[in-house]
Structure formats: structure tokens, C-alpha cells
């Protein structure tokens, strides 16, 4: 596979979530060597997370496996998502906008079950560390947590998901 961009990574994986040809192995295959760099891993979260896949909602072992492959590109990711998501969800709330909220409280359910199925050292790891930067507001993730501009309720929020 040849190295990625952020908007291709998007649409490589659109087309294959979309194909209904793929075996259980080769969708492994193919998620495996996309989550194996940073854009790849970025574009398939994106994709994977928001968009109308019943597999976001069950992923199969397939997709679990294909993930755990690749910890190190996707550890952060993850729990950056589910912060994220989290975060926003608050935002679209406080604007009135229930759709988008619901929206980023779906991408935070995925999010998580993703995180509980790779079962991984690393995201566990990093959750820590998040999740102390949020508490404390200070640490390795208080400059990514601060860069959103979240606040003490969504700081709060993004402490307790973790």
C-alpha cells in the first residue's frame, strides 16, 4: 500500500467499508496496513468512527485485530478521539444543537467500545496521562487539552470518560 494522505486514507476507507465482496481476513488485512501510519490511521477513524457503519457500532474481530497491529499509530488516536468527541459533545449542547451533540456522543460510544476491545497497554497508558493533564492541568496532554480550549466541565467530562 502506498503511503497516504489524511483525505485519501478518508476515502480509501469509505470504498472498502462500502464493499460487501471482502472476507473477514481480507478486511483485516487491508484495515491493518491502512492504521499503520499516522494519516491512515487518522483518515480510517474519521471515516470508521462517523460515519453509518453498523461495524462501528459491533466491530468485528477482524477489525479488532487489524488495530491491535498497529498500537503504536493508533493508541493516541483513540484516546484523543474519545476526548474529543466528549468535549464537543458539551459544545453542541451549550449551542442548542442536539443533532451535531448526539453526533459526537456516538463517535465517544465507538470510540470507547474500540478502546475496551483492542485492550492495549498503550491506550491505557496514554488514558492515564490524559486523564491526569485534564485534573490537574498540567502534564504531557494540559498543551493538547488547552489547544481545544476546553474548559473545567469538559476537562471534568474528558477525566471521567477516561
Known amino acids: 500500500m502506498t ?8 476515502a480509501y476507507t469509505e470504498a472498502l467499508l462500502s464493499r460487501s465482496d471482502l472476507d473477514e481476513v ?16 487518522r483518515g480510517f477513524f474519521v471515516c470508521f468512527l462517523t460515519g453509518e457503519w453498523q461495524l462501528a457500532d459491533a466491530p468485528s474481530p477482524s477489525v ?3 488495530l491491535q497491529s498497529a498500537p503504536d499509530a493508533i493508541a493516541e488516536l483513540l484516546v484523543k478521539n474519545l476526548a474529543m468527541s466528549t468535549a464537543m459533545a458539551i459544545t453542541h449542547r451549550r449551542s442548542g444543537h442536539e443533532d451535531q451533540a448526539q453526533g459526537s456522543d456516538r463517535v465517544a460510544r465507538r470510540t470507547a467500545l474500540l478502546i475496551e476491545k483492542v485492550d492495549l497497554a498503550e491506550v491505557r497508558t496514554i488514558a492515564i496521562t ?13 498543551n493538547f487539552l488547552d489547544k481545544w480550549g476546553y474548559d473545567a466541565e469538559q476537562k471534568q467530562a474528558i477525566a471521567q470518560i477516561l
Not at 26 to 41: D, H, K, P, Y
Request: net charge negative.
Open 3 to 10: 503511503v497516504m494522505t489524511f483525505e485519501e486514507a478518508i
Open 26 to 41: 481480507s478486511l483485516e488485512t487491508e484495515i491493518a496496513q491502512l492504521v499503520q501510519t499516522s494519516n491512515g490511521a
Open 64 to 66: 479488532i485485530r487489524a
Open 130 to 142: 490524559m486523564k491526569d493533564s485534564a485534573l490537574n492541568n498540567s502534564g504531557e496532554y494540559v
